[in-house]
């Protein structure tokens, strides 16, 4: 055990992005990518974050406590 670990909670999905799916966007021009909530109406990324590498996909999933399989971000 870590002399300094914490106990990790889940955050709740944001009501508004409940049923939503979670899609990864990549950049035109510097090919930077975004992990997020991907609203069908808009067409944007809601609460994105930036993606440098696998791990942060799988920490974004995490932090959600969604299991990357699922289809549906809010079920």
């Not at 990790?8 to 966007?25: A, D, L, N, W, Y």
């Not at 997020?36 to 959600?64: M, T």
Request: net charge positive; with cysteine.
């Amino acid at each position: 055990m870590p002399l300094f670990s914490k106990s990790f909670r889940h955050k709740p999905i944001p009501t508004e992005c409940e049923g939503m799916e979670i899609k990864v966007q990549s950049s035109t021009c510097t090919g930077e990518k975004t992990i997020g909530f991907f609203d069908r109406v808009s067409g944007r990324l809601l609460y994105s974050e930036l993606v440098r590498d696998s791990s942060d996909i799988e920490w974004f999933y995490k932090k959600y406590g969604i299991k990357k399989n699922d289809e549906s971000a809010g079920r």
